[in-house]
RNA sequence: GCGAUCGUAGCUCAGUUGGUUAGAGCACCGGUUUGUGGUACCGGGGGUCGUGGGUUCAAGUCCCAUCGGUCGCCCCA
């Protein structure tokens, strides 16, 4: 450790919205994934893996006009050989091309599940970061209601066995068929346009980019517009009315609460029918702990045949954030105390028997040899056990705390005499 | 891109209307006359107060700039 200032090398300081995660939070973290993983295979969901990095096109293509997305929201650079590439933002078009390039349309319906890091170019807050982590669950191939319905009957089983279900709600919504979906937009740019004086500077740009996206603005000034624009119930063709029946209709058979937000909307064109999210209010701002549609367009987009097909996605340290305090449980079983160096060999004895027996356990063997009961205190085990020297013999102490992974800890430790 | 707020020890934070050698807890290291206790007690090391300017007899404290963090807006695939 130099004290020389000049030649101290600076640390490089982490890319703004990465997170560095210890202990804690990184075991709350794969929690999430862990059971994700367990539940998705109880749909017969199939693991995906897609790449990280893609061309740009992938994104752009299927993200169409929302120019304000694509050229300021993405993390894109030129690799060595002039392409465009672009750091994944999000799991469904990396999916999408996937399933045409593979031509897995063979497969259909698919049902497909994976997790990872997604990267979005934004400015932090709490709940979202430019490095964030998803877990994804898409059905590809699938015209059916059913395949919404049983990836919100996934959704609903995921939240409840993570323990967080309670004050998370699934709100729901439908944008219609295509045919729909434009008699609704045009009536709801009518109604905006009537009473554009009244709009706020923000929503009147939305008037032109983006008019749906005015129904959950969040300014005061906009709310009684926004609340008073007409629903799209009017607008829906038979077929769409009856394929967002038969949604509701599965949801209710399988007992997943749902309400319905006639304000939920999505920005891109190439979501049809079911649009959700699962919210909650315990996240500040970000809200939104898992959400999805249909986007029967996606796919013709990327160039692939017509293809019906529906997902969702959740944000993972949103949902590692929301888990009870006590969710995951890290205490070790064993913590071996080595009260004099003459009782090492026979507490690494010890320590490796128990590690091959499935109880976890550590050792504290190193500074002053009458600190190091205290420290193996503080480490918090369910079993503390102490090996001292006394009258020249070995002498095994143990404190547990009465359970039963404890008491065999301490049995087995003993059994090397 | 915009706004608010915060940067003091490895970490979490005190620090009064500007006024001596900048403090605490945790962590680390050492000590506390062989002990079924000791998650304790005592001591020690560690800080050019984010950085750069300015105001002042005097700046952690006031002003400006800059770089970071946090929260919110825009956006949200």
Request: glycine content about 8%; cysteine-free; overall charge negative.
């Amino acid at each position: 450790m130099s004290k020389d200032r000049a030649k101290k090398i600076p640390t490089p300081q982490p890319v703004r919205g990465t997170q560095d995660m210890l202990g804690d939070f990184a075991d709350r973290f794969q929690h999430v994934v862990d059971t994700f993983d367990r539940v998705r295979r109880l749909y017969g969901f199939k693991r995906v893996e897609v790449p990280v990095i893609e061309p740009t096109a992938v994104f752009a293509r299927s993200l169409g006009e929302t120019t304000d997305v694509v050229s300021k929201e993405m993390y894109s650079f030129e690799d060595r050989g002039g392409e465009s590439i672009t750091l994944r933002p999000e799991f469904t078009a990396g999916i999408a091309r996937a399933y045409i390039s593979n031509g897995w349309q063979q497969f259909a319906p698919l049902k497909v599940a994976t997790h990872g890091p997604l990267f979005r170019y934004e400015r932090p807050q709490k709940g979202r970061y430019r490095q964030f982590h998803q877990l994804d669950a898409e059905v590809l191939g699938s015209d059916s209601p059913l395949a919404d319905a049983e990836l919100l009957v996934l959704a609903d089983q995921l939240l409840k066995e993570l323990g967080i279900a309670e004050g998370v709600t699934l709100t729901l919504n439908t944008l219609g068929d295509a045919e729909s979906r434009e008699a609704w937009r045009a009536a709801l740019v009518e109604h905006f346009t009537v009473h554009r004086g009244e709009l706020s500077e923000d929503s009147l740009a939305r008037l032109d980019k983006n008019p749906l996206r005015i129904l959950d603005s969040k300014d005061p000034r906009d709310r009684p517009i926004a609340d008073s624009a007409p629903d799209i119930d009017a607008f829906l063709t038979g077929a769409a009315q009856d394929f967002f029946g038969a949604v509701t209709a599965g949801l209710d058979a399988a007992g997943v609460a749902w309400e319905r937000n006639a304000r939920l909307v999505r920005g891109l064109d190439y979501y049809r029918h079911t649009a959700f999210e699962f919210v909650t209010d315990r996240l500040g701002a970000q809200g939104t702990v898992l959400g999805g549609g249909r986007y029967d367009g996606l796919i013709e987009a990327l160039g692939g045949p017509p293809t019906a097909a529906v997902g969702w996605a959740a944000g993972i340290e949103r949902l590692a954030m929301l888990l009870a305090d006590n969710a995951v449980d890290t205490r070790l079983d064993a913590v071996i105390a080595v009260e004099d160096d003459a009782m090492f060999d026979l507490a690494m004895r010890g320590l490796r028997l128990l590690r091959d027996n499935r109880v976890s356990a550590d050792i504290v063997a190193t500074g002053s040899p009458r600190k190091r009961f205290d420290k193996a205190a503080k480490i918090g085990a369910r079993a503390l056990i102490s090996i001292s020297l006394r009258d020249g013999a070995p002498f095994t102490n143990a404190k547990t705390d009465g359970s039963e992974a404890a008491a065999r800890a301490e049995a087995l430790f003993r059994s090397i005499g």
